[in-house]
């Protein structure tokens, strides 16, 4: 191999010459046929302007990740990368620009002529940062860092930084992190998302006093993640994982273990297509808040045929005991045993079911009356609270919307179905549209209407004052638009019309024109939006 080429190793991250954002991971080392000199084979992180998969002229090289990912480079073509007190320094000491480098700073004005650019508050900035002893965030994403340098330099530079974002660098091995974290003995957080890292370690990378760790693709595997680096957790907090592996891989096959300082985990988009991974972390004794977003999940079930001890043999352990928050947009979840068995986690206060069919009325998913009224100890639903009063109005219309839907007298069927009807209709009090012998003729009927305020919005229908109209609860959505064309005198012109509700920020469409206002759970006090067909 050429001396050249010798400076480099094999698995050792690298960019291309002048251009920190297009890296890669070297494949392979020596000459190649046909061409003279050393080369350098390179697969390129995203196929960022590869060539071929590794082979050329029918002479495999070695496999590249994808079909044309990979291209072969001279040895000068490519960098190796800074260290981070250079990194550091390049980012954020202004006094390190040359004279000449800043004379030759400049804009053009509107008429072609160069304007220089003077740094504003210059002095100020180099006495802040004249030892960087004030610099407790920083940034270096994407300029080719490929090691620390010399630990008591860094150690002497930022001896006070907190939070380190080195995405997109060119950090591979572990120790590398562990020397980093043991020079910064004051870093708690440490992001490395897009930094390639490899799965071989030799021993547990030392973050003691990391609190949050960002790891988004990073090429890291469950199976490091949970045993290699296990030791090392000691006081993390929060964890920002991507996997890109559908399987939660536990040395036992059964739980995650441990961890006991964790109180946030992110998985979103991971590919994660069962439940049963997700009930694998049900141990985690300090885990709030898990994001699962983007994923594939079908189907959601509170754990309740576990064992009646915890893997760990405690006989009072609880399943996801101190889960507070569980992210589950962008799934595929389309059923409401999976909202229902929400009810079952003992501390889950913020929910987030939107992107899901069962969250999409348009597909046959439910409104957000629904699944406020289903969920009944949810403060935060899909990023929005909420209030007490969305919460009675929510579950008077479900009950409503239950009694005009429901044709079996069955208890049991009724509570299969909506397993808290019983429970809400006899805490608001709610009674069966029935009449009585003691009710008859307009008594009767007005004792059972329904107040419903009618707002006028539709461009063509000019300004109209809105209207406080009492109703059977029996009006179909077809009949109240017949209604609305006599009360503000509308002639040729079709309507739609929509309820507005509470923590939805935008009314929802009423579209069967067949369904009355008990069906749809509409009751006093509801606003109906009147437009127009565009």
Request: hydrophobic share 35%.
């Amino acid at each position: 191999m050429a001396d050249a080429a010798a400076g480099f190793r094999l698995g050792q991250r690298v960019h291309a010459a002048g251009d920190p954002r297009r890296v890669g991971t070297v494949r392979y080392l020596g000459p190649v046929e046909g061409h003279a000199g050393d080369w350098v084979g390179v697969d390129w992180d995203d196929g960022a302007g590869g060539r071929h998969d590794g082979s050329v002229a029918g002479r495999r090289y070695f496999v590249a990740a994808g079909e044309r990912s990979a291209s072969f480079a001279r040895p000068a073509a490519l960098s190796k990368g800074i260290s981070l007190p250079d990194a550091l320094r390049l980012r954020y000491r202004v006094e390190d620009f040359t004279q000449e480098e800043q004379d030759e700073m400049y804009v053009f004005s509107t008429s072609q002529k160069r304007v220089s650019v003077e740094f504003v508050g210059k002095n100020k900035v180099q006495e802040k940062l004249k030892d960087f002893n004030d610099l407790t965030n920083a940034s270096v994403s994407y300029m080719g860092v490929s090691s620390i340098g010399p630990p008591d330099e860094l150690k002497s530079l930022v001896p006070n930084l907190k939070l380190l974002d080195l995405t997109g660098n060119l950090f591979s091995q572990w120790q590398d992190v562990s020397a980093l974290c043991q020079a910064l003995v004051s870093l708690e957080v440490l992001n490395l998302t897009n930094n390639t890292m490899e799965n071989d370690v030799i021993e547990s990378p030392m973050l003691e006093n990391i609190r949050i760790l960002v790891l988004n693709n990073c090429g890291v595997t469950w199976e490091l993640f949970l045993c290699a680096c296990f030791s090392c957790f000691s006081k993390v907090g929060i964890i920002q994982l991507t996997v890109f592996l559908p399987f939660i891989q536990t040395p036992d096959g059964k739980f995650v273990q441990g961890f006991n300082t964790l109180r946030l985990l992110n998985l979103e988009d991971n590919h994660i297509d069962s439940w049963d991974e997700i009930v694998k972390l049900s141990y985690l004794k300090g885990l709030e808040q898990l994001h699962v977003n983007k994923n594939r999940i079908k189907h959601v079930k509170y754990p309740s045929n576990l064992p009646s001890h915890g893997p760990l043999d405690d006989a009072s352990a609880v399943p996801f005991e101190n889960l507070q928050v569980l992210l589950l947009g962008s799934n595929e979840i389309d059923d409401f045993s999976s909202v229902d068995s929400l009810n079952l986690f003992p501390s889950l206060r913020d929910v987030r079911l939107s992107d899901n069919p069962i969250a999409d009325p348009a597909k046959g998913g439910a409104p957000r009356f629904v699944l406020v009224a289903r969920l009944g100890k949810v403060k935060i639903l899909n990023g929005s609270e909420v209030s007490p009063r969305e919460r009675k109005e929510s579950e008077i219309r479900y009950v409503r919307l239950v009694m005009g839907k429901t044709e079996s007298n069955d208890p049991e069927e009724i509570k299969r179905l909506h397993p808290r009807f019983a429970e809400l209709k006899a805490f608001h009090g709610i009674e069966d549209e029935k009449p009585t012998s003691s009710t008859s003729g307009p008594q009767k009927m007005a004792s059972g209407l329904i107040s419903i305020t009618l707002k006028c919005v539709g461009p063509s229908m000019g300004e109209k004052q809105p209207l406080t109209k009492k109703l059977p609860p029996t009006t179909t959505v077809g009949r109240l638009k017949s209604l609305c064309e006599s009360f503000f005198k509308l002639k040729d012109i079709r309507l739609k019309l929509f309820v507005e509700e509470e923590g939805c920020p935008l009314p929802q469409l009423l579209e069967e024109d067949t369904a009355s206002l008990m069906e749809l759970g509409i009751g006093s006090g509801a606003s109906i939006v009147v437009d127009e067909e565009s």
